[in-house]
């Protein structure tokens, strides 16, 4: 399976996703990609011997579709077969993720179903919970939706911060996302349970 990983950051999940792709592993990375032509993970994928590319989403305002004409000539280029969302902050439309369906997967810093969308880390905190954690799951159209594939658990300590809590999941998506690609991309859909 051919792997495509989009960031816009720094692309710790997709370094963690690109180092756990060797031997007789059934995929391998082809593409990094980014929306940001800043972003820091694109010297790590460079440096990893990983072809990137960086489309600049501001010159496009609101026409989600031009950047997605752009998006899917360099996804075609590669041959991808499968898309990774690592840190990928930009919403994709419907349509894109229609022809995508059951072959792009992301990573979120919550326990879904609860906290979708921003800020997770600083609505568990506000909610009293116990746990927080971070979940893969399959992309559809409707934002951090999809089946969940894996969920990996970490307690909330006293005294956490968002900061805290965020540098103590970081390191458990680290571990679920490529154990839960591995699965993927050999046909298995058996959900992934981690606890720190
Ligand atoms: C992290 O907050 C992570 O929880 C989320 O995206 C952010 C950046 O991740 N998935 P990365 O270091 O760019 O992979």
């Not at 499968?82 to 930009?90: D, H, N, P, Q, S």
Request: aromatic share 4%; hydrophobic share 45%.
């Amino acid at each position: 399976k051919r792997i495509a990983i989009l960031i816009s950051g720094g692309g710790s999940n997709m370094v963690s996703l690109a180092e756990s792709m060797v031997g007789d592993h059934p995929a391998r990375p082809v593409l990094v990609l980014s929306n940001d032509t800043e972003a820091g993970g694109l010297a790590k994928a460079s440096a990893m011997g990983i072809a990137t590319a960086a489309i600049d989403h501001k010159p496009f305002g609101d026409d989600r579709a031009g950047f997605e004409a752009l998006l899917k000539t360099e996804l075609e280029n590669a041959d991808a077969d499968l898309i990774c969302l690592a840190g990928f902050m930009r919403i994709l439309t419907a349509e894109f993720i229609s022809r995508w369906e059951g072959r792009m997967l992301n990573i979120h810093p919550s326990l879904l179903p609860k906290y979708k969308g921003l800020n997770t880390h600083a609505r568990a905190l506000r909610a009293g919970d116990k746990m927080a954690g971070c979940s893969v799951h399959e992309v559809t159209a409707a934002l951090d939706d999809g089946p969940i594939l894996g969920q990996a658990q970490v307690p909330i300590l006293p005294g956490d911060t968002a900061d805290t809590l965020a540098a103590r999941v970081l390191p458990m998506e680290h571990r679920l996302y490529p154990a839960v690609l591995r699965r993927f991309a050999a046909g298995d859909r058996t959900p992934v349970y981690l606890k720190s």
